[in-house]
């Protein structure tokens, strides 16, 4: 950012503007800001740990909000009252117990014919209305498809991809420009994660803590990897929202089942 404000400078004196008074302290708050977020956004992508004011969940809410508006695009909300407050309501409860608290957590349902389900970085849970049929009524097993969710966005999955592969490499640009082709790059990123999946450790773990904070939260500790089994045996392991994940028979074991 230093360059930057040695750029303008010179501009200014090669042209012969004077800078007023009101614009350097300006230039050089928002050049300030730019510095303090990337040694920021450094301290917690080696730590781990989010800091007030993260600049980390602000670039998420940013490429967030552009893959969450490409998926509503091609699959519209539900116009069921009953589900979206059914959903959010038991979301809610999970959300309380996660650990980050520099993003807003919501819970969605979408008309979308294929069992899908996808954590936006950023707070937004997404889940089909199909993918919502297959747990029914049980509330206990829609928790623990809600937690596995709330589990990547908690753990910051999607940031610790992009930050393990090329997306990141253009240094932390990402996260102080926050537009333009370095986050288009980001979003088109995000998107090919939403489809294939995360990693399958970021996967089985998102299985394990998940089936803890739905326990926490009250939830049957056992829902889930009923829910898995019952997926499993009616034929649903290679559609939509499990084929982007490990083999069913995998992620039971990880859950000692």
């Known amino acids: 950012m230093l ?10 004196a090669c042209v012969g503007i004077l800078l ?22 450094g ?34 909300l539900s116009n069921a009252p ?10 809610a409860r999970l959300a309380a117990l996660a650990h980050r608290r520099e993003i807003a957590y919501r819970f969605l349902v979408l008309e979308d014919p294929e069992p899908n389900a996808y954590s936006i970085p950023g707070g937004t849970v997404l889940i089909s209305r199909t993918l919502l049929d297959l747990c029914g009524g049980d509330d206990h097993q829609l928790a623990g498809v809600l937690a596995h969710e709330v589990v ?9 991809h992009l930050a393990a592969g090329a997306a990141a490499r ?4 990402l996260l102080t420009l926050g537009r333009g082709a370095l986050l288009g790059r980001a979003v088109g990123a995000l998107e ?35 829910f898995l089994r019952s ?15 490990p083999p069913i028979p995998d992620r039971l074991r990880n859950l000692g089942v």
Do not use: N
Not at 61 to 74: N, P, S
């Open 3 to 12: 360059w930057k404000i040695l750029f303008f400078v010179l501009l200014a």
């Open 20 to 41: 007023v008074p009101a614009v350097l302290p300006r230039l050089l708050r928002r050049a300030g800001r730019g510095v303090g977020d990337v040694r920021r956004a």
């Open 43 to 76: 301290e917690e992508l080696l730590t781990g740990k989010e800091v007030p004011g993260s600049p980390l969940a602000r670039y998420e809410a940013t490429a967030g909000k552009e893959v969450e508006g490409k998926i509503l695009a091609r699959c519209p």
């Open 82 to 91: 009953g589900l979206q407050a059914r959903v959010g309501h038991i979301g």
């Open 152 to 160: 990547h966005i908690d753990r910051r999955h999607a940031v610790r």
């Open 170 to 173: 253009t240094g932390l640009k």
């Open 192 to 226: 090919s994660l939403m489809t294939h999946g995360y990693s399958t450790d970021q996967e089985m773990e998102a299985d394990r803590l998940g089936v803890q904070l739905g326990a926490a939260a009250g939830f049957d500790a056992r829902a889930y990897a009923f």
């Open 231 to 245: 997926a499993f045996d009616r034929g649903f392991s290679v559609q939509g929202y499990f084929r982007a994940h």
